[in-house]
C-alpha cells in the first residue's frame, strides 16, 4: 500500500494539521445554507414540482421533478456578495422522445411557470432553462429533459445551449456515482506513525473526521477558491462547478483506493494534486480535443466549451495550480496567525474571520466551563465521550 509521506509527523505537526483541517471544516459550514434557507428552499422544490405536475398540457402529462447539481450533490457554497444559493431542478418529462424539439418543450414548462401569479412575477428565461428568482435567499432553475433511448443506464436527453438539439446528461447516475466515491473512507495511519516514535511520546492528536466527508469538503473548498480567484475577472473563463467535481471525485477514488495517508490534510491536498489526470485529450475526426466525461452516460463532455474556447485551459490550469500551492502552504505553515493570513487570502477574509471568531468563541467557553476536549476523532469539540481528554490551555501551531 503506497503512502504519501515520508518522514515521521510530530506530535505538534499532527496536531497543527489537525487543527487547519478542523478550521477548513467550519469555514465549509459558514459556507452552506442556514436552516431557514434550507426548509424555504425545500417548501419551494415541492410547491413547483406540484405546481408543474398539475399542468393540462398533455405535454406534461407524465412529469418527474428532482434536485441536481450541487444541492443533491452536498456541495452548495454560498456566492461572494449575495446570499443567494443555486437550486438546480430536473424536470423530466416521461413519455416524449427526441422528436419533440427542445425549444417547445421548454416553452411548455414556462407557459405553465406563467399561469400561477406568483411563479410568473419572479420568473427569468435563461439559455436552457427557467429561473424562479426568490430574492434574498435562492433561486430556482428548472431545466426540462426527456428519456435518452440509446443509454442502458437510465441517462436523459436535455436541451443544448441554443436550444436546436438534445444531448446526453444523466444527473441520478451522476449522484449515485459521486455518493458512492463520497462513502469511501481514507486509511490512515495514526496507529504506523506511533509505532515509528518513541515509546515515550504522548498518543497522536486525534484524525478529525468531517461530518460531510472529506470529498465534498474539498468540492466545496475548491469551488470557494475559484470564486475569489476570479471575483474580478471579467471573461466567463473561471473553471466550472461540475469540471470541479468530476476531476476531484475520480482523483478522491483513486487517491483513497491506493494511498495511505497521515492526516484528512494529506488527503485533500492529494486528491487536488492529481485532479488534471483525469483531464482526457483523445482524438476526435483528426483533432486532439480536451474531455472531461460523465462516466454515467455516453456523449456528455463537461469541457466541449474548452476546445472552442482556449482561454479556459488555461485559466484552469493556472487556477488549479494555485488552489494546489496555498492548500500545500496551510499544511506547512507554523503559528496560527500565518495560517488565519494564508486562509484568509485564498478563501477570504470576512468568511474566515467569521469562522475563526465562531470557533474562538466556542473553545473560549468551553475552556470556562471545562467542557473543552480533545474527543477521539473529531479534534477539540466541548461534546464530551468516554474516549475524551480534557484539555488545558494550549497552543497547536506552533510559536
Not at 202 to 227: A, M, N
Not at 234 to 243: L, T
Request: hydrophobic content about 40%.
Amino acid at each position: 500500500m503506497n503512502q504519501i509521506f515520508s518522514h515521521t509527523l510530530t506530535d505538534t505537526a499532527i496536531q497543527r494539521r489537525a487543527q487547519v483541517f478542523t478550521i477548513l471544516e467550519e469555514i465549509c459550514q459558514e459556507l452552506e445554507w442556514t436552516q431557514t434557507q434550507f426548509e424555504k428552499a425545500r417548501t419551494s422544490y415541492e410547491a413547483v414540482a406540484d405546481w408543474l405536475a398539475g399542468s393540462s398540457d398533455p405535454m406534461l402529462a407524465s412529469l418527474h421533478v428532482y434536485l441536481h447539481g450541487s444541492g443533491a450533490l452536498g456541495t452548495s457554497i454560498k456566492p461572494i456578495g449575495r446570499d443567494e444559493f443555486d437550486v438546480d431542478l430536473i424536470s423530466f418529462i416521461l413519455g416524449l422522445g427526441p422528436e419533440i424539439a427542445p425549444a417547445r418543450l421548454k416553452a411548455a414548462i414556462g407557459q405553465r411557470l406563467r399561469e400561477h401569479a406568483y411563479y410568473a412575477s419572479i420568473l427569468e428565461e435563461k439559455k436552457r432553462c427557467w429561473r424562479l428568482n426568490y430574492a434574498g435567499d435562492f433561486h430556482l432553475d428548472i431545466s426540462p429533459t426527456i428519456a435518452n433511448p440509446n443509454c442502458m443506464n437510465g441517462g436523459e436527453l436535455v436541451p443544448d445551449r441554443k436550444l436546436r438539439d438534445w444531448h446526453a446528461t444523466n444527473p441520478r447516475a451522476y449522484r449515485a456515482l459521486f455518493d458512492e466515491r463520497a462513502a469511501l473512507v481514507p486509511r490512515m495511519t495514526q496507529s504506523i506513525i506511533a509505532a515509528q516514535r518513541d515509546a515515550a511520546t504522548t498518543e497522536p492528536f486525534p484524525v478529525r473526521q468531517s461530518v460531510k466527508g472529506i470529498l465534498r469538503r474539498t468540492v466545496q473548498l475548491l469551488k470557494r477558491h475559484r470564486d475569489l480567484e476570479f471575483l474580478h475577472v471579467q471573461e466567463e473563463i473561471a473553471p466550472i462547478s461540475i469540471i470541479i467535481t468530476t476531476l476531484a471525485m475520480r482523483s478522491y477514488e483513486m487517491c483513497v483506493r491506493r494511498h495511505v495517508f497521515a492526516d484528512e490534510l494529506e488527503v485533500l491536498i492529494d486528491t487536488i494534486r492529481l485532479m488534471p489526470v483525469f483531464i482526457e485529450r483523445p482524438l476526435v475526426n483528426g483533432r486532439q480535443i480536451y474531455a472531461v466525461l460523465n462516466e454515467t452516460t455516453n456523449g456528455e463532455n463537461f469541457a466541449e466549451r474548452w476546445n472552442e474556447e482556449p482561454a479556459r485551459v488555461e485559466a484552469f490550469y493556472k487556477w488549479h495550480s494555485k488552489a494546489l500551492a496555498d492548500f500545500e502552504s496551510l499544511r506547512d505553515l507554523v503559528g496560527l496567525d500565518a495560517i488565519v493570513g494564508s486562509m484568509k487570502d485564498s478563501l477570504g477574509d470576512k468568511l474566515v474571520a467569521r469562522t475563526m471568531n465562531r470557533r474562538m468563541d466556542a473553545l473560549n467557553e468551553g475552556r470556562k466551563t471545562g467542557a473543552l476536549v480533545l474527543g477521539a476523532g473529531v479534534g477539540l469539540t466541548t461534546q464530551q465521550s468516554a474516549a475524551s481528554t480534557p484539555v488545558p490551555k494550549n497552543e497547536f501551531f506552533g510559536d
